[in-house]
């Protein structure tokens, strides 16, 4: 699986999608939204939440599959579990820092709800 490309190679921050297009008609749509939690993952975890999937949840089926104990495919979930929790966490992280910003007077409500929205988008 290739590898999807989510943080800057020269600063190491968060990419956002700015432009996504049809190979079929051409159609181009432009924007901003951030990328989804999941392709924050590096592309062996990527690969082991798509096995999961494909084996409706079945963490016995995915022992067998990867070859590894009950014990070791459980514990590998949870840390992506909470590598994903995390990624939650900093989108909470932003939204206080937005609404600290605009308590302090650093931005106006109209500023702040702009870059809550920004957020959600």
Same mark, same amino acid.
């Given at each position: *699986?290739?590898?999807?490309?989510?943080?800057?190679?020269?600063?190491?921050?968060?990419?956002?999608?700015?432009?996504?297009?049809?190979? @079929?008609?051409?159609? +181009?749509?432009? @924007?901003?939204?951030?990328?989804?939690?999941?392709?924050?993952?590096?592309?062996?975890?990527?690969?082991?939440?798509?096995?999961? !999937?494909?084996?409706?949840?079945?963490?016995?089926?995915?022992?067998?599959?990867?070859?590894?104990?009950?014990?070791?495919?459980?514990?590998?979930?949870?840390? !992506?579990?909470?590598?994903?929790?995390?990624?939650?966490?900093? *989108?909470?992280?932003?939204?206080?820092? !937005?609404?600290?910003?605009?308590?302090?007077?650093?931005?106006?409500?109209?500023?702040?709800? +702009?870059?809550? +929205?920004?957020?959600?988008?």
């Amino acid at each position: *699986m290739s590898r999807f490309v989510t943080s800057c190679p020269a600063c190491e921050t968060k990419l956002t999608v700015t432009r996504l297009s049809c190979p @079929g008609c051409s159609m +181009r749509i432009e @924007g901003q939204s951030d990328i989804p939690s999941l392709l924050h993952l590096p592309s062996d975890e990527l690969e082991f939440v798509v096995a999961f !999937i494909r084996s409706s949840g079945s963490l016995k089926e995915m022992a067998r599959l990867f070859g590894q104990s009950y014990p070791t495919v459980r514990n590998r979930l949870d840390e !992506i579990i909470a590598k994903l929790d995390r990624e939650d966490g900093d *989108m909470d992280r932003r939204r206080h820092e !937005i609404l600290d910003a605009v308590a302090k007077g650093e931005l106006d409500a109209k500023q702040g709800a +702009r870059r809550l +929205r920004e957020l959600e988008t």
